[in-house]
């Protein structure tokens, strides 16, 4: 099993609408999650942290749910700007992290 | 968060060649990672470098194959040798968040593109 598991997609949704990314990690000691945004042909930046029971920041909510070990992102009013690959990442501690392989976002007007 | 450069951001090399790619950051940071990715796969991490010891290698990187250096708290290189067309890829680096301990996280500079023909 891998250490952090994602959906590559695409996920293809209309402009407006509401889509959500889930993502599992196998370590149950892992410490703390981030979400990621990739543009194409550019490196990883950070979107998201989440830290406890998840956050909202404007239109993105990020929740966390330790007994099932999955972490989700919600995007909500989709944008055409919002097409991107989300990469999950997962603080395993000690300063590692892991990635996911990144699911891909595709926003149609 | 620090910003990070890279050079090269790109490069076309001939196999059996090597390639050196230089990361700066513009503040001094304890940790610096080196990363690979290749179409449509993930982040693997190459190595850590800590500034004034040897860098620490993945399962599956050595370091005669991927030579590090940290000099300094603000530079690092990443030498790609004697290259074949499977090392083709993006060579990312980054640096720790400096956030609280199991809460770190990575910046990354904006990768340098590396072809091998």
């Known amino acids: 099993r891998k250490e952090v598991e994602q959906d590559p997609g695409p996920f293809n949704v209309p402009e407006g609408a509401t889509v959500a990314f889930n993502c599992t990690y196998s370590?149950?000691?892992?410490?703390?999650f981030f979400w990621y945004r990739q543009d194409c042909r550019k490196e990883p930046k950070l979107l998201m942290s989440?830290?406890?029971s998840g956050n909202e920041d404007g239109r993105f909510t990020a929740q966390l749910n330790r007994a099932s070990q999955y972490i989700s992102l919600l995007i909500r009013d989709s944008k055409l700007s919002d097409s991107a690959t989300y990469l999950c990442?997962?603080?395993?501690?000690?300063?590692?992290?892991?990635f996911g392989i990144g699911t891909k976002l595709q926003v149609i007007p | 968060s620090a910003v990070i450069s890279q050079k090269p951001s790109r490069d076309i090399c001939q196999r059996g060649t090597s390639l050196t790619i230089q990361c700066q950051v513009d503040?001094?940071?304890?940790?610096m990672f080196w990363y690979r990715q290749q179409p449509g796969q993930s982040l693997t991490l190459i190595a850590t470098?800590?500034?004034?010891?040897?860098?620490?290698?993945e399962s599956g990187f050595v370091i005669d194959k991927f030579p590090i250096s940290r000099p300094n708290l603000t530079f690092s290189t990443l030498t790609v040798s004697n290259m074949s067309p499977e090392d083709s890829s993006i060579y990312l680096c980054?640096?720790?968040?400096?956030?609280?301990?199991?809460?770190?996280?990575?910046?990354f500079g904006p990768g340098t593109r590396l072809l091998v023909l």
């Open positions: 990442v997962v603080n395993m501690g000690y300063q590692k992290v892991t």
């Open positions: 503040s001094q940071v304890t940790m």
């Open positions: 370590n149950s000691a892992s410490q703390s």
């Open positions: 470098a800590n500034q004034g010891s040897e860098a620490t290698y």
């Open positions: 989440v830290y406890s």
């Open positions: 980054s640096v720790d968040s400096g956030r609280a301990k199991f809460q770190e996280t990575q910046y």
